[in-house]
């Protein structure tokens, strides 16, 4: 497959026989010296690591290249099949796509889809911008294209979610978006493959899209729209660039990591691990209210003559978020919601602005006087309906012996350091606590919640079976 890209960056090639053979570059390209448009320059002399004289191109533009192996490997080939290169960076990659916002471009990456059996997948959603969250963008690279669907036209993305293609994803961090997909348009696939999950378990340290890009291409991913709005239209193009490349580098990093999956013995893991994904995605709750949500970080240290107006401020500042839709840590933050929910019980029922701590900017006009009537209000709650100072205790689970829960801890550690596994992949502490109190082994191992390779590895060493 031949592909265009934009780079930046300093190519060296290898094995150049001559001039005539360089790798073919097309566009601006500019170097130390200066390039015409369209030229090669040379830089001789130069030496590799291992000391072997290579020549040196500086490029700005886009290139043309065959590209049959990863950006930056050691057998990188240009379009004329002459040269051997690798690459020494950084290199910032630009590829094409195409913005689907009619329904003739939906049909048509439908159709493409329909020809595949996979694709790789990601979202933008917005939670920092609004109240509401919203799924804002849909990217999606398949059969060497690139596509940016945006859900946030009438488009019906009905004949998207049917496409054989989008039955099978490769997705980074797939838990958040195919909550976002399922919650917002029902949609579940077949099968995931998560880079991020995968890498877990071959051991890698650094498993951020950007570190994977890096490690195994070269290529700098830039992290400046990582809390833009996404709801912003038309869509600025660094925007848009941003949001491709979190899909471009899925489809050759699941390839590089299934390779080493299976070379150790770990891809039935990371396949049944990715499954067990996609069923907590449609039958846990997205984002689901709780009563006791005002009971924020920090409110345990409040008094109930405090709680009564931080309960008081949480209320107010939803309904305010919602009105201007805008996430509720805009309209004021949690600790200042804790310091003016103690200075009120202090001061009460004398509440007015100026004893009160220092207030945001905006608060004036209508703002200031909901928020004052909302503590008012408060302040004439009876003591008796005031909230208790600890939130309510659920049910205590029974705790199993220390000894047994600590040497069970060890015994898994051992396991998965044979496996190279970090031990909470294996098993975490509320799986272990419930491996580790007595019950038949069907009641242990539905308790602790254990996937099938979890439980085939850890049963034998614990002496469950």
């Not at 039958?283 to 409110?299: A, K, N």
């Not at 103690?342 to 100026?354: G, K, N, Q, S």
């Not at 801890?409 to 044979?418: F, G």
Request: aromatic letters at 8%.
């Amino acid at each position: 497959m031949i592909v265009r890209n934009e780079v930046e960056g300093i190519v060296i090639l290898s094995q150049l026989q001559s001039r005539a053979n360089r790798a073919e570059v097309i566009a601006e390209m500019r170097g130390p010296s200066g390039l015409n448009s369209g030229e090669g320059y040379f830089f001789h002399g130069a030496k590799d690591s291992n000391q072997q004289e290579v020549n040196v191109i500086p490029i700005r533009g886009s290139i043309h290249a065959w590209r049959d192996s990863p950006l930056g490997s050691d057998n990188w080939r240009v379009i004329d099949n002459s040269a051997v290169g690798c690459y020494i960076g950084p290199m910032f990659v630009h590829p094409p796509y195409i913005l689907v916002e009619t329904q003739d471009a939906l049909r048509n990456l439908a159709k493409i889809l329909d020809g595949v059996t996979e694709c790789a997948l990601d979202t933008e959603a917005d939670s920092m911008h609004h109240y509401h969250v919203r799924l804002c963008l849909i990217q999606i690279t398949v059969a060497g294209q690139n596509f940016i669907v945006d859900p946030l036209t009438d488009l019906d993305l009905k004949p998207l979610w049917a496409a054989r293609g989008m039955k099978n994803l490769i997705i980074h961090g797939a838990d958040y978006d195919l909550r976002m997909l399922h919650n917002t348009f029902g949609f579940v696939p077949e099968t995931v493959f998560d880079t991020m999950i995968a890498a877990k378990f071959l051991g890698i340290e650094r498993i951020g899209l950007a570190h994977l890009v890096e490690g195994q291409f070269g290529v700098h991913l830039s992290k400046a729209n990582q809390k833009a709005d996404w709801t912003i239209r038309p869509l600025p193009e660094d925007m848009k660039q941003y949001a491709i490349l979190d899909t471009f580098f899925l489809a050759e990093i699941k390839e590089n990591l299934t390779k080493q999956l299976q070379e150790c013995g770990k891809l039935a893991w990371v396949e049944e691990t990715c499954n067990h994904i996609i069923h907590q995605a449609e039958t846990s709750p997205f984002m689901e209210d709780d009563e006791e949500d005002w009971r924020i970080r920090g409110s345990i240290r409040l008094h109930p003559n405090e709680l009564i107006f931080l309960k008081a401020l949480f209320y107010w500042r939803e309904q305010e978020a919602e009105r201007l839709d805008r996430p509720p840590f805009k309209v004021l933050s949690p600790d200042s919601m804790l310091d003016l929910a103690m200075e009120c019980a202090y001061v009460t029922p004398d509440i007015r602005p100026e004893v009160l701590p220092r207030l945001p900017r905006n608060f004036t006009g209508d703002r200031l006087q909901s928020f004052l009537n909302a503590l008012l209000d408060a302040a004439k709650v009876p003591e008796s309906q005031w909230p208790d100072r600890e939130k309510k205790q659920r049910t205590r689970t029974p705790s199993p012996d220390s000894n047994r829960l600590e040497e069970f801890r060890s015994i898994r550690d051992d396991v998965a350091s044979k496996c190279n596994l970090e031990p909470t992949l294996l098993a975490n502490r509320q799986a272990l606590v419930a491996l580790a109190m007595p019950g038949s082994t069907e009641e242990l191992r539905r308790n602790a919640r254990c996937l099938d390779w979890q439980w085939n590895l850890l049963a034998p060493a614990l002496g469950l079976l």
